[in-house]
C-alpha cells in the first residue's frame, strides 16, 4: 500500500460522501414540499393540525369536561398523518352574578372545519343553537341572582394533538376555581404537548383498549394548558434522508476494517476495488429513497440491503475469492450498512446503538493491528530494475582493396 493509492482511497470516500449529501438533502427537501403541499387537502379531509378548545368565560365556579379520542394514521403521499376524532362534552357551573346579568361565551376550537352534533342545554334546557352562535362563538345570556349550569357537547376531526387552554390564547395566569377533566383514549401510547400539565393527582391509567388521564384542579393558579398529544407514526422520507447523511460514517469504519484486513492477509486491493465497493454502498440508499414512495419502510429496506450485499459480496469473490468476500466484506457490509441505517428505525437508540459498535469496532482494530509495522506497509515501493540494453552489433568490415 503506496501513500499514493491510500490518497485515492481517500479521494474516493470525501466524494461518494459528497454524493450522499447531495442525496439526503434531496430526499429531505422533496419530504417537506410534500408536507406543504398535502398539508391544506389533510386539513379538508382529516381536520387540522392542533385544535385548541378555549375555556368559556366568565370563568366558571365548577367546570366537568370529558374528551373521547379515536385516533387513526392516515397515509398521503411519502407521510403519515396521525388524525383523530374527538368527542367534546363540558358541563359548567357558574354562580350566581351581582345584581345584574352577564353573557356566558364559549369558543369553538377555530380551526375545526366542521362540528357534529352540536348541542348546548342550559339550567338542563336544550337551547336552538341557531339563536345563540355566532361563528364559532356561543353566547349564552345569564340572568342575574342564581347559579346557572351550561353544557355544550359536539364532534369534530384534527391532528397531531388536543388542547385546552384557560388563558385563552394569552401568556396570563388564570385562577382555576375547580376543574375535572377525564380525556379518554383508544390508543395505549399516550402524551402530552410541550409545556402543558400532565394528569394529576395520579398518572393516566390503562382502560380496555386504551388509556384514560384525569386532571383535577382546585384554586389553581397556571398558565399551563390540559392537552393530548397523538402517537405519531414513523415517517419514510425522513429516515430515508437521515440514512443517507450519515451513510459516509458506516462506510468509514468499512474502509477502516477493509484496510486492516487487506494489511494483515496481504490482498492486494486497488483504489478502484474500493471505488465500486463504495457504489455498492451508494446503491442502497439511492434505491430506498425512490423505493420507499411505492412500498412499506420496512420492505423497502430489506429489499434495499440484500440488492446492496450481493452487489458488493459478489464484486469481491470475483477479485479475491469466496473466503474473504463473505467471511470479511460481507460481514462488514451487514455491520456498517445494514445495521448502521437500520438503527435510524429506533428513535432514541440511534446514537446509543451506532456508538457502541464503534467502539467495538475500535477494540477489535486496536488488538489486531497492534504488532503492524506501518513504516512498513506505507514503504514505498522499489523501483523496478530498468531492463537491460541488448549489445550492439560490430559494423561490419570494409572489404580489402586488390
Known amino acids: 500500500m503506496t501513500g499514493f493509492r491510500f ?25 417537506e414540499n410534500q408536507r406543504d403541499e398535502l398539508s391544506p387537502e389533510v386539513d379538508v379531509r382529516w381536520g387540522p393540525a392542533g385544535l385548541v378548545q378555549p375555556a368559556p368565560r366568565p370563568d366558571p365556579d365548577e367546570s366537568e369536561i370529558a374528551v373521547d379520542f379515536h385516533h387513526e394514521d392516515r397515509y398521503m403521499g411519502l407521510l403519515w398523518f396521525s388524525t383523530y376524532t374527538v368527542e367534546f362534552k363540558g358541563r359548567y357551573t357558574i354562580g350566581a352574578s351581582a345584581n345584574r346579568p352577564t353573557v356566558f361565551t364559549f369558543d369553538l ?23 345563540f352562535k355566532t361563528g364559532d362563538r356561543l353566547n349564552i345570556p345569564l340572568p342575574a341572582g342564581q347559579d346557572h349550569t351550561v353544557a355544550v357537547t359536539y364532534r369534530t376531526q384534527g391532528r397531531d394533538r388536543w388542547e385546552y387552554d384557560f388563558a385563552h390564547g394569552t401568556d396570563q395566569t388564570t385562577m382555576v376555581k375547580k376543574l375535572s377533566l377525564t380525556a379518554t383514549t383508544d390508543f395505549r401510547e399516550i402524551d402530552y ?12 391509567k390503562e382502560i380496555d383498549g386504551g388509556m384514560q388521564a384525569v386532571w383535577k384542579f382546585e384554586n389553581r393558579s397556571t398558565r399551563q394548558r390540559i392537552g393530548i398529544e397523538m402517537p405519531p407514526r414513523t415517517n419514510a422520507g ?86 474473504f468476500a463473505l467471511a470479511y466484506v460481507g460481514l462488514a457490509q451487514l455491520v456498517y450498512l445494514v445495521g448502521f441505517s437500520y438503527a435510524f428505525t429506533w428513535p432514541g437508540n440511534t446514537g446509543l446503538t451506532i456508538t457502541i459498535l464503534a467502539v467495538i469496532t475500535l477494540l477489535v482494530l486496536m488488538v489486531a493491528t497492534a504488532k503492524v509495522a506501518w513504516d512498513e506497509v506505507f514503504k514505498k515501493s522499489p523501483a523496478a530494475p530498468a531492463a537491460p540494453v541488448p549489445p550492439r552489433a560490430p559494423p561490419p568490415t570494409p572489404p580489402q582493396a586488390q
Not at 14 to 20: C, E, G, H
Not at 193 to 204: E, I, L, R, Y
Not at 245 to 268: E, N, Q, R, S
Request: aromatic content about 16%.
Open 193 to 204: 404537548p410541550k409545556g402543558s400539565a400532565s394528569p394529576t393527582p395520579d398518572p393516566a
Open 7 to 31: 490518497f485515492m482511497i481517500v479521494v474516493i470516500f470525501v466524494t461518494v460522501s459528497m454524493a450522499w449529501a447531495i442525496l439526503g438533502g434531496t430526499v429531505y427537501v422533496r419530504t
Open 109 to 131: 376550537p377555530s380551526k375545526a372545519h366542521v362540528f357534529e352534533n352540536l348541542a348546548v342545554t342550559f339550567n338542563g334546557e336544550a337551547l336552538d343553537i341557531a339563536e
Open 238 to 323: 425522513p429516515i430515508a434522508a437521515r440514512m443517507a447523511l450519515f451513510a459516509p460514517v458506516g462506510l468509514f469504519f468499512f474502509f477502516t476494517v477493509m484496510f486492516a484486513v487487506v494489511v494483515l492477509k496481504k490482498i492486494p486491493l486497488h483504489p478502484m476495488h474500493y471505488l465500486f465497493i463504495s457504489a455498492g454502498f451508494f446503491a442502497f440508499h439511492i434505491l430506498l429513497a425512490y423505493l420507499v414512495d411505492r412500498i412499506r419502510l420496512d420492505l423497502a429496506f430489506w429489499i434495499c440491503a440484500v440488492t446492496s450485499v450481493f452487489l458488493v459480496v459478489n464484486y469481491m469473490w470475483l477479485v479475491a475469492g469466496a473466503k
